[in-house]
């Protein structure tokens, strides 16, 4: 499957809830696309005015294209993500949850374990005792040639959603 047809499957699907930015930056990376979802949930007493506790939990889809990626180009992608975590994520009190979600499409996986050590990587981080929420990185490597999928353990959870479905599906 080519990388244009895959990534106008996929963003279809992200339309409806997400706010979809093409070229998007963070720090010194460069993503084709960024779909936010922000959702932030109020209790109330008596009236919308009297605010008692408030929620808030985000998640971040960063979608970028490279023609070949190996377990070097992977390690500094994960690195500078992780790096990031803290330009990407506001905490405050009201701040439960952040989950930030790298998808990275190819056409050639140039070492094979790559895939080993994409299925082993984990990311999480707490401020302040998670009393200001948690933030967590979970990867999505889209092999466009061989039409598999290879994730995180924390991408598992969404694995289905970047899955391979023709575009007459929807």
């Given amino acids: 499957m080519k990388y244009e047809e895959y990534i106008q499957i996929v963003l279809r699907r992200f339309y409806r809830n997400f706010n979809v930015v093409e070229h998007y930056r963070v720090g010194d990376l460069s993503f084709s696309y960024a779909a936010i979802y922000k959702e932030r949930n109020e209790r109330y007493f008596g009236s919308k005015k009297i605010v008692l506790d408030a929620i808030e939990n985000n998640e971040i889809c960063l979608f970028t294209y490279l023609s070949s990626i190996g377990i070097d180009h992977f390690k500094e992608l994960a690195s500078q993500l992780e790096a990031s975590v803290s330009t990407l994520v506001k905490p405050t009190w009201e701040h439960m949850s952040t989950i930030i979600t790298c998808i990275v499409m190819t056409d050639e996986i140039s070492d094979a374990s790559l895939v080993k050590k994409i299925e082993k990587y984990r990311y999480g981080k707490s401020f302040l005792l998670n009393l200001n929420g948690w933030a967590k990185i979970r990867f999505i490597l889209v092999d466009l040639s061989h039409e598999k999928i290879y994730c995180s353990k924390e991408g598992d959870k969404v694995k289905k959603v ?9």
């Fill in 162 to 170: 970047y899955g391979f479905i023709s575009a007459d599906s929807f």
